[in-house]
Nanobody, 123 residues
């Protein structure tokens, strides 16, 4: 059974930083392609960051230069370092894997999801 457990969310002021973690288990793929998504209140879930099996990365324009996705395969952990946070980054953040190919920021391209972790940024 594949499980993803996200953690690291919290409340910070604008300009602050947070690092999210996502530990996966039961998924026996070496260096899996993984993504971070987020869903703000009243909005659709959107792809925020992505890392493929070769550790190439991509980001939604609104977080480029501020967020960094990384992966430690030895620890089965995906990270999202978020710097210079803005109130617009307030959302529930989800990690996902089991990418079936296609467009990385389309949520229906992933088979497995974590439970989400809340990030709140105040101005």
């Amino acid at each position: 059974q594949v499980q993803l457990v996200a953690s690291g969310g919290g409340s910070v002021q604008a300009g602050g930083s947070l690092t999210l973690s996502c530990v996966w288990s039961g998924y026996f793929v070496n260096s899996p392609s993984m993504g971070w998504f987020r869903q703000a209140p009243g909005k659709k879930r959107e792809g925020a960051a992505y890392m493929d099996a070769d550790h190439n990365t991509d980001y939604v324009d609104s977080v480029k230069g501020r967020f960094t996705i990384s992966q430690d395969n030895a620890k089965n952990t995906l990270y999202l370092q978020m710097n210079n946070l803005e109130p617009e980054d307030t959302a529930i953040y989800y990690c996902a894997t089991g990418f079936r190919g296609g467009t990385w920021y389309e949520q229906d391209r992933y088979n497995y999801w974590g439970q989400g972790t809340q990030v709140t940024v105040s101005s």
